[in-house]
């Protein structure tokens, strides 16, 4: 990883410089709008030095890039990206409801105002089933995770029949009838989608604690990927945000082998926590930087900065694969010296 990420850039009277040293990211001169923010984060950066006599950016005695041997992702930016389950049946759920307010306006008052209620349920139970359908994918993608803390499935399903019983209601008057068809749209929209998942799915004979723990790392580390992507949207670079959802595979791919073996959380914390908060802090002040001046040189020390991030989170999940190898063959060792021991006492 690189030592020290610098980015300057002058305008006027004020020098703007981010980097990462000992695990603090500053700004000393002012933003001319206010003040710079101060974001924490220990990174190992780099900052590339360039010149007649090193052409490949490197430092004395470094490898150049291209001796690198982390393995590249080198996938589309959509690889891996699964459309939204039920995509077409949730957009229908929020089309249709639109629909009401062509015609509620013509009728009276107690009809108006019920089938606006009624068009209001559908829409929020559409917005409820959407996140829940996410959240189940999420859930089914990990290996060990809590269930939703809302069973958004399960709400949305309940608006939708209140949804129905208000629209049936206020055209017919006829409460049984609103009823017994509200009932009929919930059991097919929970049958049509699904429960949420009910209880948290972990590994057998791993305890719950330390299913927990994990659980709630990868939960945080996946609210900092979050924080990552919504920050740098703004800076309104397509090939950037494909860039950033690269690493984003790479850093989720650590997530499943720590899943996959638990004894792994020691050796990623740093990473899971001090490194990718540092990324995340990283891409809010180059997003702050570019989408002012859109400097060149500032996407290119990103887009740097970018690819030493990857390739340590790949030489990291790597390493805990090749550690985790090592285990299994040293557990095989000892079993076979205890049964060639076994044999001898036999023997004898």
């Known amino acids: 990883m690189r030592a020290a990420l610098g980015l300057k850039r002058q305008r006027g009277e004020h020098e703007f410089e981010f980097s990462a040293g000992r695990g603090l990211f500053r700004a000393d001169d002012h933003h001319p709008d206010g003040h710079f923010r101060r974001v924490r984060g220990a990174l190992i950066m780099a900052k590339r030095y360039g010149g007649e006599f090193s052409p490949k950016g490197q430092r004395d005695g470094t490898p150049s890039r291209e001796m690198v041997t982390a393995e590249r992702i080198t996938h589309a930016n959509f690889a891996g990206r699964k459309p939204l389950r039920h995509g077409a049946k949730i957009n229908m759920m929020f089309v249709l409801p639109l629909l009401t307010f062509l015609s509620a306006f013509f009728q009276p008052v107690a009809a108006m105002a019920t089938d606006l209620a009624g068009a209001a349920a559908l829409l929020l139970a559409a917005w409820l089933t959407r996140d829940g359908v996410r959240a189940e994918d999420a859930f089914n993608e990990r290996v060990i995770a809590r269930r939703p803390a809302i069973p958004r499935k399960i709400f949305g399903a309940g608006l939708t029949g209140i949804g129905v019983f208000l629209l049936v209601f206020g055209g017919q008057w006829n409460l049984i009838a609103g009823l017994l068809i509200g009932i009929i749209a919930a059991a097919l929209h929970l049958f049509s989608f699904g429960l949420d998942p009910l209880q948290d799915k972990g590994l057998e004979g791993v305890d719950r604690h330390q299913t927990d723990r994990i ?41 499943r082998q720590v899943e996959a073996d638990p004894r792994d959380l020691t050796a990623s914390r740093r990473y899971l926590g001090v490194y990718l908060q540092g990324a995340r802090d990283a891409t809010v002040q180059f997003a702050d930087l570019y989408e002012r001046n859109r400097d060149t040189s500032v996407r290119a020390d990103y887009l740097a900065f970018l690819d030493d991030m990857e390739t340590n989170f790949a030489l990291r999940t790597q390493k805990m694969l090749t550690d985790d190898r090592a285990s299994l063959d040293i557990e095989i060792e000892v079993l076979r010296e205890r049964l060639n021991r076994e044999n001898l006492r036999t023997e004898g």
């Open 215 to 255: 659980a709630r790392k990868i939960e945080e580390a996946e609210r900092v990927l979050d924080e990552m992507t919504a920050a740098i949207k703004r800076a309104r670079d397509r090939e950037i945000e494909g860039r950033v959802a690269r690493f984003e595979e790479t850093v989720r791919a650590m997530f």
